[in-house]
């Protein structure tokens, strides 16, 4: 008997290691993901993938049978593409729309390639050139591509500026890649960049002499109510009810397509005694730092994602601390959410000394999940190759993860 569909690319995806990264536009909307794939991605031979058959065992079984929206949602996907890739008119594979087809560094321009790239180009795909250096010969291609990629890490702006110059003639548009630092990214913004890529948003931005803004000590009292070890229901609800924005989210999440039971209620401490104590004070941790007008949405979805991952992989371990995880993953991103230092951020908050560890320098095994979580989000195989977690319970909690973080997000307006 054949298995469900489902149940067949949960098999795959078991085998494989998939992540992805945000590209975002001048707004810090994300646009798109790249996806960052290997086979076999998490074994000892990581260091010397075949990048053909690394791409095809994961867009062949993984894209294809499990379907792109699992992964990207509704944004559109970049793929590397290698020279073979290219040649073996692949691109039929994947919607026109949906897809950003990106020629790797290193392809020679020769003629067979620029006409497999004309020829993609003619079906409607947009063609990005991936960490591109500017030489004559490319001049065929630059005719061709929509995106234009430039690693931005190390570059001085001098530098940074020569390359647009080169470029501008060309009808393309710029995305900075590698971006470190917020000055990096508002000088690339300035120079003209249209996209851009890296974890500069999960840094925070501190600023010598600045005082914290109002609204984020205010957040920093809340999540240390929340958080408090002797908290109880009455005075979370009390604590609650004063916010009104705050009441309302968690009323819908407690009669929400996630909860089992749904029910109607007369008053918010009914509702909250209903959803019980740590789905409060998970829920109502991730409204307040959603809350951050100020900050993108993205790094919410990042937070809540890193949260999610935590979680399942310690529930795959057997562990019964499952909301502790469940909490570093979530707060890993408060000191770039509150632009403060991560040791200022827990000197405010009661949290347990093994949460502070894995918080602040990865220790204990709440530090361990967290840190393998972060190698996955970069796509640092080697190291998830030597964190004695299996292959298949990393990419699942991954894929489980993403699943759970698309429908939190559906629940409180897609914040």
Known sequence: MNQPASRVADRLVANVAVARQPIYDRALEVVAYELLFRSDALSKTMDHPDGDQATAQVVLNTFVE???DRVVDSKRAFINFTRNWLLG???????????VIEVLEGIRPDE???EAVAAL????????LDDFVYQDRFHPLLELANIVKIEVNGRTQLDLEDKVRQLRSYRVELLAEKIETHEEFETCRDLGFSYFQG?????????SGRRSPTSRLSLLRLLAELNAPNADFGQLASLISQDVSLSYKLLRIANSP?????????CVQEALQHMGLNPVRRWASILLLAGLDDKPRELTTIAMLRANMCERIAMAMGRGDTEVFFLVGLFSILDAL??????????????SREVHDALLSSRGEHGHV????????HAEWGRLSHSGLEQSLVAQAYLDALEATTEMRKIFGGT
């Open 112 to 114: 067979p390639v620029l």
């Open 199 to 207: 974890y500069f948003l999960c840094k925070p931005r501190i600023i």
């Open 370 to 377: 967290l840190r393998c979580v972060l190698d996955y989000e």
């Open 121 to 128: 180009s003619a079906q409607g795909y947009s063609i990005a």
């Open 89 to 99: 008119d692949f691109g039929h594979l994947f919607p026109p729309e949906r897809v």
């Open 338 to 351: 509150l632009d403060l230092a991560m040791l200022d951020v827990l000197e405010a908050l009661p949290l």
């Open 258 to 266: 996630l909860r089992v039971v749904r029910r109607e209620f007369k």
């Open 66 to 68: 499990m379907g792109l």
